[in-house]
């Protein structure tokens, strides 16, 4: 479990230093405004709508309009002041504050003297305070951290003489202006899911750290595992044996010709090997070895369904010259390689049918495999109450969910350590991003310095996670950005692309190659990959823009239409090599929205409903329009009624529910026709080998992309992914203009898998239709290949019988074996066609029954009179519970027998009580 880790971490780092530490966290802290009208209790780390909620100052920030109500909190200062500092040694060597994060424009004072002002959430902080506590008595050791508005700093620092600008249009607006100019957690200034707070305050832990003379204080650690030989974005000899560069970042003094010993042990603490780092240099701030590790001594990390995720920890010891223990650090570590690879198509490629142009892809420990999962964004506008039992949840979720990787979008914040921790266990590749997005930066020296320094720190801490699997400078920069640019003042393109260049390319890729050889680096989320990569030149990368030739496939896509028109359109969805966000929003349930909405604004188009919606309003959502954002909603709505039957439900409650489930349906089946679509075209000519979409989960409750909501209840969306990310999986392909269907089977697998596909058509009423469909087709698919079992023609096929009265069961039954396994498995899977649109078929009740055995804690679920489509189980609020499937499909007599992991409940178990079951037909009901 991932608080093991903090246990292990004391045992394993078990020598005492003299290094006293002394840590600012705890509720030992005020915090005021500058008038001095409210002083309250506060809390460190926390940011000040967190202590202003908990001392009743203000209201829960994520009831109703108060993401409005609260814009004066934002508008304030707010000054966190400690408690006299008890404890502080006097005859200390030196005496210095640290950091580890401050939102974001702080003035620090101790003892009432000035320290310094910081200008980055997204840095580590530390100051020498000896001077100042030489002469400070012991009632005044009081740390101030004075925090300013950090909209209203963005606009004066927009408003500097000679400041940069760019064209109308490039800059993305949603709330809050001018987010670009600073190093905040950018969808703090509001975005189209989420709510613009602009916190302030200490949202990371501080100390204050004492030191002896000729001793250290360790404040970050760089441990990087590779191949002998590897560098960035290469795919490495497997043959090599492993190299672990340990590279400590410190304050103090560290005297010339430092040693460093090593000890790696397995998880259950057995010394695999130890001795001492070679290859010492040392800097003022920096220690850094390495050393060897044979193939033989240690066991790969493998993400999820691909392989045990084995972890071993690294404890390195720092003496001094004389042998003097000083000090040490243990991280946890995992040795894989994972590589994007992005080299050009081969030879061999080319022979199994694999198109020209790049690869863009991720290899884990020399394998290809498929990325399957989605988009983190930040789990909570307030980062200090995201704890590891709530990411523990969420993750437990993606597992549970058959994903293997997140993108960690770019313009939130750094993944805390706790949440690396769990990835490492769980097996969850981050593809990890800076924060940067749908926005072109500053490029001036102070800004680019200040940028450097957070990539610096932040790569560094993330290294030695083995779930880390990727860097990427920044969110749709060439993508969209550049195109946005191009549209509204095509004649700056050449000065704006150079300042993009000089940003995430001269800037950012120099920090991860100088500080990781195991990490790629790409500039942007989507784009057409690079044209050359020298990772040790200052201008590493030279990217391919947009210079493509037709037939050729280089990059990832992404994708958004909001015409629902385009579910199931397989001619609209783009054809790439991996797909790295897509989606259309949905509203959550009517459980959640009565989490943090009043009863009177439960209706489709109530103030609050409407106002949650920050969906592409005209002109983009700032804050004088934003009173407009209307599309979003009429977006969801026109969805429903192209596809399905449309609530009109007496109970306007009961309405609002319908109408929110209904849009969930449509969100569902357009992502899993999406993710049918990508994961077929890795047999196809693109070798498409990953899909994320857009996104994983909610940061408070509204209309979003999401597929689980804040509280971490799933929608339709999460158990439509988990059953469409199976291993191996039939799916229907659908022409409506030619009336061609046909029907794939896609396997993840590395090895061959072989069995047989059945498909049978029924009406609504659960009569089987017989047609010439072949009954049973046997197949062979090859390892992460596609190969396809049907190809009939509609108007031929169901010439005798009504379309809007025709549905076709498909289903797999196949046997091989897991990657890194020989065990041989049953793979089944299922799937469903239906030959009209539901919104016109003549759907019938199937005559849906419901039945809970309490030995067994599952449920039983039996369609007694026809076909149910979008079988949903549903349960009340006061717990999160997540069942084994939902939102399936059942044959007219067939049962399903449904299991569930409860996450939380409230209710003592009487949830269970409230469990009821619908399909579409309910819609049909008023
Ligand atoms: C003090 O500041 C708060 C904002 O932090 C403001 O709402 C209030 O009106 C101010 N009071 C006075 C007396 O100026
Ligand atoms: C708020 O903070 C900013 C910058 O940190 C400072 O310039 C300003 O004077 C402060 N305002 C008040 C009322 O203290
Ligand atoms: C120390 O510096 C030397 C010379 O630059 C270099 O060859 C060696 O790899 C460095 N050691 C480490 C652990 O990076
Ligand atoms: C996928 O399978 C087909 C049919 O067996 C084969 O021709 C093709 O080369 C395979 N693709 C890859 C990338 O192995
Ligand atoms: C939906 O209809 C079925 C009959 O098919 C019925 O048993 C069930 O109670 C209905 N569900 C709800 C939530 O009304
Ligand atoms: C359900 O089963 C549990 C044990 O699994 C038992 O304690 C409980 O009494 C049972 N409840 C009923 C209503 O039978
Ligand atoms: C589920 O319910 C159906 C209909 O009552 C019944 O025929 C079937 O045996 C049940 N399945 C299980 C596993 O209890």
Partial sequence: MFWSVWAVWTVLC????????????????????????????????????????????????????????????????????????????DDASSTWLRFDGLDTFATIKFCGEYVASTNNQFRQWHYDVSDILSSCSES????????????????????????????????LVYEFFNRWFIRKEQSDFGWDWGPAFAPAGPWQPAYVVQLDEDDIHIRNTDIDIYRRGQTNGIPPDQSQPWVV??????????????????????????????????????????VTG????????????????????????????????????????????????????????????????????????????????????????????????VTPHRINQLFESVIDGNQNMLRVWASGAYSPDFMFDIADEKGILLWSEFEFGDALYPVNPAFLNNVREEAEYQVRRCNHHPSLALWAGGNELESLELILLNDSAPEQLPKYKAQYEKLFIDTLAPVVFRNSKSISYTPSSTSNGYTNLNVSSPHPITQRFYDVKPGHYYSDTDFYNYDPAVLGNN???????????????????????????????????????????????????????????????????????????????????????AWCHATQIFQADLYKSEIEFYRRGSGWPERQ???????????????????????????????????????????????????????????????????????????WAGHPLDTATPASVPFTVGAINSTEVLDVNLSSTLSDFEPNDAVLRMTLTASGTLPNSDVKQTFTHENWFAASPLKNAQLRDPGLELSFSNSTQSFNVTATRGVAAWVWLDYPAGAVVTFDSN????????????????????????????????????????
Avoid at 37 to 48: D, E, K, R, T, W
Avoid at 159 to 169: D, H, V
Avoid at 577 to 592: A, C, D, I, W
Avoid at 889 to 903: I, M, T, Y
Wanted: net charge negative.
């Fill in 14 to 89: 078990h020598s005492v230093s003299a290094e006293k530490v002394i840590s600012l966290v705890g509720n030992d802290w005020t915090v005021s405004n500058s008038n001095g009208s409210i002083s309250v209790p506060g809390h460190l780390p926390s940011q000040a709508h967190l202590d202003l909620y908990a001392q009743d100052v203000i209201g829960d920030p994520y009831y109703n309009l108060n993401d409005f109500e609260l814009r004066w909190v934002a508008y304030s200062n707010w000054t966190y002041t400690s408690a006299p500092i008890s404890g502080l040694s």
């Fill in 245 to 286: 560069n340990a590279s400590l970042d410190y304050f103090g003094d560290l005297p010339e010709g430092a040693r460093l010993h090593y000890v790696l042990k397995d998880a259950e603490e057995k010394t695999i090997c130890s001795g001492q780092l070679e290859s010492v240099n040392t800097t003022g701030s920096t």
């Fill in 290 to 385: 390495m050393v060897s590790v044979d193939d033989s001594e240690v066991d790969l990390w493998w993400p999820s369904q691909l392989g045990p995720q084995t972890l071993y920890w690294m404890t390195v010891d720092v003496y001094s010259p004389a042998g003097k223990y000083l000090t040490c650090v243990t991280k946890r570590v995992g040795f894989r390689t994972i590589v994007l690879n992005q080299t050009p198509i081969s030879d061999e490629q080319r022979a199994l049918g694999i198109a020209p142009g790049n690869n863009w892809h991720f290899e884990v420990n020399g394998h290809e495999f498929y990325a399957k999962g989605s988009n983190f964004i930040p789990p909570d506008a307030f980062w200090p109450r």
């Fill in 887 to 926: 939102g399936f499909w059942l044959a007219k007599g067939e049962s399903r027998v449904v299991g569930f992991k409860v996450k939380s409940d409230d209710t003592g178990g009487a949830w269970i009580d409230g469990v009821t079951v619908e399909s579409i037909w309910n819609q049909t009901l008023s």
């Fill in 571 to 657: 001619s609209a969805y783009p054809v790439g090599r991996f797909s790295n966000e897509f989606g259309y929003h949905s509203m959550p349930s009517l459980q959640s929205w009565r989490s943090q909405v009043s009863e009177d604004q439960l209706s489709f188009n109530s103030s609050v409903v409407f106002l949650r919606d920050h969906h592409n309003p005209p002109g983009g959502l700032n804050t004088s329009n934003y009173r407009n954002a209307s599309a979003g909603q009429a977006q969801m709505t026109e969805a429903v009624q192209l596809w399905y039957p449309v609530p009109d439900k007496k109970d306007p409650i009961a309405n609002f529910s």
């Fill in 689 to 763: 080998l990953g899909s994320l979409y857009w996104q994983l989960e909610d940061i408070w409750v509204a209309p979003t992309w999401a597929g689980i909501e804040y509280s971490g209840r799933w929608k339709i969306l999460h158990y439509i992914a988990q059953d469409i990310y199976s291993r191996v999986i039939i799916a229907p392909y659908y022409n409506s203009s030619t009336s061609q269907l046909t029907a794939s089977i896609t396997s993840d697998l590395w090895t061959p898998v072989s069995g047989t596909a059945e498909f049978s058509w029924y009406d």
């Fill in 140 to 171: 005044h050791r009081i740390i101030t951290l004075d925090f300013g508005s950090a909209p209203k700093i963005a606009n004066q620092i927009a408003n500097e003489p000679g400041q940069e600008t760019w064209p109308f249009g490039v800059e």
